[in-house]
């Protein structure tokens, strides 16, 4: 006795360590009436919702100098600037569409439910599928990225950007598992610090070239021009440079993730977050064609202006450096607000496990936060945290999203022809054609270089996601209870004591109801915990249709910890028995005859098991139905 004692003493002890641990790392638990206190402000939301964007233009210049510089040597920076405005052009046509998208869609969830909505939904499984791979490859860049600041600054990391890599997904990671409020503050104040410093280093490089007349060296190491600029080097140097243009739905997407009025928040951090685009990104191309910057592998551009502007080991050149390193980081934070949210609409839908619908302690969508952790981390890894190898797979599968979601909106004018619907449509058909073309144009750039990669994993995603939805509605059908006679009363003898807990009442409730039904039982009662006002209610509407003697009991959970409330109420009525009494625990469980759907299902139930099966005089029994 005295060694079981022991056991379960060092079992509770390091279930509470555990605890410790989450709260300290993670923070307290919060209430579920918390989440409008959780969203962001229109000063948070900028950083953390356009970060991506932003951070895009620090690599977006250099991606195009590495197209233009062997082919066109000095020629390369009058061709640069052109290739601006280009990509400018093109990002405000994309925010006067996503003005209109946020004004139609205020639920968030941008291309995938635009062309859903207005284009049949094989056509947003695809938007959705090109949306998260760009979020789950937007991580994998945007630190890469940030590392190569980091080894720009000190070369002698160079060896460990991998390692480096990985620990800052992991600190990401960390932080938005914490919650909106408490990330959007941690990774705010970076972001900010970036912008300070950036338009610091373009007035000053400014300054010195045209007020003080300074005149940058020409490098020795410039190549000739090898031949004159045409279209195709023009669309490949446009095509590489439309990175610049990543992050840009990410505000139509997460518009839930704002307060009241979320719509007019958006709008405005929408706006402010293409001013900023115009001014870092012009700005930057402005400077490397200024200074002859001449793209290096193993340094930034970033970091040569900076030298050069700056002074090589300066105080504002080691700042310059840190700054972009932190934003190029708190750029993948746009995808951990996102994709989360786009897994668990998803999820609503049926297309992905429903997992993904469930908040975690922190009111975050934990299990897809920690999903992009995984996927991110593994293309750091095998990529070898090299931003140049995985630069071709980014932009493909943006600017497919771009394109169906302009296709949905021009759709939605022309069919519902609403107030001042054709200048909409003008403006969305105008973004559909460019956008289109440019994603065209990228594939084809890219395909060899990695881009048929991305256009491999779409349908394969796609499929995927119509597999799930397929057996969810069989699941679904499968459960209906199709006559009232399924819901008449079954007869009782009570002799004994049963807790059934119920999440909604259908054929597998119905069945664990009859075995139930068939114990020597003292008493027996339905137990639910309350997540969702909306199905409590159908509950106990087909509740009254059964017409029971049986309590059904309702608690609400406002932290959504069904199992632990499930568990308090188990070990109370523990508490209550007498002597040689016992407390059995029928749980409802589906069978799926095909294994590989077997991951869909039960793993709330499985936990649940485990933990009562812990406890003293209680009995747990699975009742499966086999679907």
């Known amino acids: 006795c005295q060694q079981i004692f022991s056991a379960c003493f060092i079992e509770i002890e390091g279930v509470a360590m555990l605890k410790k641990i989450k709260h300290l790392v993670l923070g307290q638990s919060l209430r579920s009436d918390a989440l409008d206190h959780e969203k962001f402000s229109v000063i948070w939301g900028l950083p953390v919702l356009s970060s991506d964007a932003i951070s895009s233009v620090s690599y977006a210049c ?65 938007a959705a599928a090109s949306l998260a791979i760009d979020y789950v490859l937007t991580v994998a860049v945007s630190v890469c990225a940030g590392t190569a600041a980091i080894t720009s600054a000190f070369p002698q990391l160079l060896s460990m950007r991998t390692g480096i890599a990985l620990i800052i997904i992991s600190l990401l990671t960390i932080g938005n598992l914490r919650g909106m409020k408490d990330s959007s503050v941690l990774f705010g104040i970076p972001t900010y610090l970036f912008i300070i410093t950036i338009l610091l280093l373009i007035v000053t490089g400014f300054v010195k070239v045209l007020i003080f007349h300074e005149t940058p060296a020409v490098s020795a190491a410039m190549p000739q021009c090898v031949e004159n600029a045409g279209l195709l080097l023009f669309l490949k140097a446009f095509s590489s440079g439309c990175t610049a243009l990543t992050g840009v739905e990410a505000v139509s997407d997460g518009i839930p993730n704002f307060r009241e009025p979320a719509q007019k928040n958006a709008k405005r951090v929408l706006y402010l977050l293409a001013g900023l685009v115009f001014v870092i990104f012009l700005g930057i191309s402005a400077l490397a064609s200024l200074y002859h910057i001449i793209p290096n592998a193993n340094v930034t551009v970033i970091a040569m202006i900076a030298e050069a502007v700056f002074g090589n080991g300066t105080l504002l050149f080691y700042l310059v450096q840190v700054t972009t390193a932190v934003i190029l980081t708190m750029a993948a934070n746009t995808a951990f607000a996102d994709l989360p949210l786009l897994l668990s609409i998803l999820a609503r839908d049926g297309f992905v496990p429903r997992q993904f619908m469930s908040r975690g302690s922190r009111l975050s969508f934990s299990n897809g936060i920690l999903l992009l952790f995984f996927l991110s981390a593994a293309l750091v890894i095998y990529f070898h945290a090299s931003s140049h190898l995985l630069m071709p797979l980014y932009a493909v599968g943006v600017f497919l999203s771009f394109t169906l979601s302009q296709a949905g909106m021009f759709v939605r004018w022309v069919k519902r022809k609403e107030d001042k619907w054709k200048h909409k449509a003008f403006i969305n058909g105008a973004g559909m054609v460019i956008t289109g073309i440019t994603c065209i144009i990228i594939a084809a750039s890219k395909f060899l270089h990695g881009a048929w990669i991305v256009l491999i994993c779409i349908p394969v995603l796609v499929y995927i996601m119509e597999r799930i939805h397929r057996h969810y509605h069989y699941v679904k059908e499968s459960l209906k209870i199709r006559s009232a006679e399924e819901l008449q009363p079954y007869d009782l003898q009570i002799h004994g004591r049963v807790i059934l807990p119920v999440d909604s009442i259908n ?85 799926m005859k095909k294994k590989r759907f077997h991951a869909l299902h039960n793993q709330t139930s499985m936990q649940l098991k485990l933990q009562l099966s812990k406890l003293r005089n209680v009995s747990v029994v699975s009742v499966p139905y086999i679907i």
């Open 62 to 126: 250099e991606e195009i100098l590495m197209v233009l510089i062997p082919v066109l040597g000095m020629a390369s920076y009058g061709l640069l600037m052109k290739v601006g405005f280009a990509i400018v052009f093109l990002l405000f046509i994309l925010v006067f569409s996503y003005r209109q998208t946020i004004n139609c869609y205020p639920q968030g969830g941008g291309s995938y439910i635009v062309a859903s909505d207005n284009l049949g939904k094989v056509f947003g499984l695809i």
């Open 507 to 591: 054929r597998s409730f119905l069945k664990a109801y009859h075995y139930a039904c068939s114990l020597q039982v003292r008493e027996m009662e339905f137990y639910h915990v309350n997540t969702n006002a909306e199905a409590t209610e159908k509950l106990q509407e087909l509740y009254q249709q059964m017409r029971l003697d049986i309590p059904l009991v309702i608690e609400d959970a406002p932290y959504r910890n069904v199992n632990e409330m499930i568990l308090h109420h188990v070990e109370e009525a523990q508490n209550d028995l007498k002597k040689k009494e016992s407390v059995t625990v029928i749980l409802p469980q589906f069978v």
